[in-house]
């Protein structure tokens, strides 16, 4: 089980990225797939993650409205798109996976190498 993220870097604030995230080695269908972000001194969170294809998705209420996570089954692949992004959105970004699908901060089995975002003010 592989995941990549990319797609971070220096953004002003309002603007606009969106992260990628390639996985491979396993069925997607399967497992449920998230966003988590770590900021410097703070703890992991979750930004949004889905368990399953078809399931709601859930957002961290400080990025609803402004983040969009989409899936693709087809293409093995996770995308988080960020609109409006605020300098407290800068954190390491990382794609996580899990089997059974559940959608846990401290119980996702596979991660991927993270991507960084910082959003100038």
């Known amino acids: 089980v592989q995941l990549q993220a990319s797609g971070g870097g220096l953004v002003q604030a309002g603007g606009s990225l969106t992260l990628s995230c390639a996985t491979s080695g396993f069925n997607l269908d399967d497992f449920s797939i998230g966003w988590f972000r770590q900021a410097p001194g703070k703890e992991r969170e979750m930004v949004s993650c889905q368990s399953s294809r078809y399931g709601s998705i859930y957002y961290k209420e400080s990025v609803q409205g402004r983040f969009t996570m989409t899936r693709d089954n087809d293409k093995n692949a996770v995308a988080l798109q960020m609109n409006s992004l605020k300098p407290e959105d800068t954190a390491v970004y990382y794609c996580?996976?899990?089997?059974?699908?559940?959608?846990?901060?401290?119980?996702?089995?596979?991660w991927g190498k993270g991507t960084l975002v910082t959003v100038s003010s």
């Open positions: 996580a996976a899990d089997y059974p699908p559940l959608c846990t901060l401290d119980g996702m089995d596979y």
